[in-house]
């Protein structure tokens, strides 16, 4: 159980944020777990729904499988367990290869796959746990994505970690029967 009561009903936003939970349930139909921390602040869990749609929905450069795989490099950089066992099945169903996701997860260098399968996680790893990108990498990035997918990506990583970092905080756990991010501290 979180450490936080996760706020999915109008009822529970604090007086004043019934309009921007009102837009979340409009974009979603639903709440889900990190806008339901994210709610504490209505204004930034309803930001935060328009902002996914964004960098989930409204990308023009990268394709569902790239967005998949965007959202789990960040989980995996930055340990966010719950996001990770939402989006597994979603990026194989999009065309992510299983062994990419296996080898990102064991913090493994990735397999020979497509060149932007490749990037995404290089590039996910450097920004965010290295924090700098190399101009080599840099210029990869750009050649493929184009400056705009380039900013859809960091933009989308952002994302992930805000909402990742409600989780953490929380001690929001996976759910029953999720795939497994295994541990940091376990892989090194």
């Not at 990506?153 to 029967?177: I, K, M, N, Q, R």
Request: net charge negative.
């Amino acid at each position: 159980m979180p450490r936080l009561t996760p706020i999915t009903e109008r009822s529970q936003v604090e007086a004043g944020g019934e309009d921007a939970f009102d837009r979340v349930i409009a974009s979603r139909g639903r709440v889900n777990a990190p806008v339901s921390m994210l709610l504490y602040v209505p204004e930034v869990g309803a930001i935060s729904t328009a902002m996914s749609d964004a960098v989930r929905f409204g990308t023009k450069v990268m394709s569902e499988g790239d967005v998949e795989l965007g959202i789990l490099t960040a989980c995996r950089e930055f340990d966010i367990p719950y996001i990770w066992g939402q989006h597994v099945e979603r990026a194989v169903s999009f065309g992510v290869d299983r062994a990419v996701i296996d080898a990102l997860s064991r913090l493994q260098p990735i397999p020979p796959t497509t060149r932007r399968h490749t990037l995404i996680p290089r590039f996910g790893h450097a920004l965010l746990t290295q924090h700098l990108v190399p101009q080599a990498l840099f210029d990869e990035m750009v050649e493929d994505l184009g400056e705009r997918g380039l900013m859809e990506l960091v933009s989308l990583f952002g994302h992930v970690l805000t909402g990742g970092c409600a989780l953490v905080t929380a001690d929001y756990d996976p759910e029953p029967g999720a795939p497994i991010l295994p541990p940091r501290a376990t892989l090194v």
